[in-house]
T-cell receptor, first 115, second 110 residues
Framework: GAVVSQHPSRVICKSGTSVKIECRSL??????MFWYRQFPKQSLMLMAT?????????EQGVEKDKFLINHASLTLSTLTVTSAHPEDSSFYIC???????????FGDGTRLSIL | QKEVEQDPGPLSVPEGAIVSLNCTYS??????FMWYRQYSRKGPELLMY????GNKEDGRFTAQVDKSSKYISLFIRDSQPSDSATYLC??????????FGKGTHLIIQP
């Protein structure tokens, strides 16, 4: 069965809107979750590492004020794309891992389209 | 040079053939190696996970890691049309997030 639940699966909204995406770990408590982005015909690129109870760690080139991450519990991390613009249109996907040395399991992603 | 190189394909083979998918990498700090399968508009599904050089087999899938050459492979035996998908190699250092290859689009012809 699914290990990770991601919601919503699809969002279409106007430019300037803020969009919140939820990622839930269903099978275990996850102190760390990861957020990735995938543009068409490109690979998944790590955006940030979400740490429960502390600030997220962002990859180089990812604006932390644009992509707000909140990891308030051991089973839920949220990514908010603030004031989204058409160039933010992409496939956003989260993953969870049980710990060091364990594989990452992915949700089914959120397809975001900004008009 | 990208950290992980993977031929995007497409790779088209007849049903029943053995499929060979490969990735090379440049960062010797990578410790864990994975293969994921991704269908269109879906999240990646973990197929194989290894952390040492050598072979690991699971059903029709065999993962091979050669750390000295910085080269990993995935073999699929008795390929089926349902195996048609994009196959992503991924690597990890410690507890870091994953670094992915670009993915190989595989087509199994009935």
């Amino acid at each position: 069965g699914a290990v990770v639940s991601q919601h919503p699966s699809r969002v279409i909204c106007k430019s300037g809107t803020s969009v919140k995406i939820e990622c839930r770990s269903l099978d275990f408590q996850a102190t760390t979750m990861f957020w990735y982005r995938q543009f068409p015909k490109q690979s998944l690129m790590l955006m940030a590492t979400s740490n429960e109870g502390s600030k997220a760690t962002y990859e180089q080139g990812v604006e932390k004020d644009k992509f707000l991450i909140n990891h308030a519990s051991l089973t839920l991390s949220t990514l908010t794309v603030t004031s989204a613009h058409p160039e933010d249109s992409s496939f956003y996907i989260c993953s969870v891992s049980q710990g060091l040395g364990q594989p990452q399991h992915f949700g089914d992603g959120t397809r975001l389209s900004i008009l | 040079q990208k950290e992980v190189e993977q031929d995007p394909g497409p790779l088209s083979v007849p049903e029943g053939a053995i499929v060979s998918l490969n990735c090379t990498y440049s960062n010797s700090a990578f410790q864990y190696f994975m293969w994921y399968r991704q269908y269109s508009r879906k999240g990646p599904e973990l197929l194989m996970y290894t952390y040492s050089s050598g072979n690991k087999e699971d059903g029709r899938f065999t993962a091979q890691v050669d750390k000295s050459s910085k080269y990993i492979s995935l073999f699929i035996r008795d390929s089926q049309p349902s195996d048609s998908a994009t196959y992503l190699c991924a690597m990890r250092r410690g507890a870091d997030g994953l670094t992915f290859g670009k993915g190989t689009h595989l087509i199994i012809q009935p």
